[in-house]
């Protein structure tokens, strides 16, 4: 169990909650994917780890892609503690990742002053939150100046900088991965 490498994907839980979103039993998606109902079993309990194509089967089932349920899978570790930098090396701007991985959350901590003049257009949801000193935001040509404890959330799309005001002032801004596709409406 020593070995911490990426963690295999558990997308049972996820198979689950797409075929009981849909009101499916386990007969009915093994009637449309061609697979056995013990198979289909074993992979929503994570007992089977399923092929490319057995899980492509069971997409097409659930009116879904395999893309989609990775996505939505847990990795088979969901705990990760990142500790707090405590190299303080002076002023000068420092960015840290606070969560490792390839996950559906993003999330960093800026310290100091970063490049004013860079504006950034993300294609996801995030939110901006000041744990320290002061930063001045510059958001759909409006300007706001959020201080200790304030946040700010900006929808996928928003064009935006931010500068710090305040020497050491710690950002930390948390965000919807680039990599999952936002949706809009949920209920289609």
Known sequence: MGDHKEQPLRVGAAVRRR?????LT???VADRSGLS???????????ARPSTTSLEKVADALRTTAV????AADPACSVDVVRADTTELGPEPRTRS???GHHQLHASEYTGDHDTGREFQHRNDELMYVADGAVEVEAEGRAYRLVRGDTMY?????RHRWRATVPETR??????AEHIEAVQDRAR
């Open 154 to 158: 900006l929808t996928g799309g928003v």
């Open 68 to 71: 989609e349920l990775l996505a």
């Open 19 to 23: 075929r009981r979103a849909l009101g």
């Open 171 to 176: 950002l930390i801004v948390v965000a919807v």
């Open 98 to 100: 606070l969560v490792r």
């Open 26 to 28: 386990l007969a009915v």
């Open 37 to 47: 109902v013990p198979f289909l079993s074993q992979i929503e309990n994570d007992r």
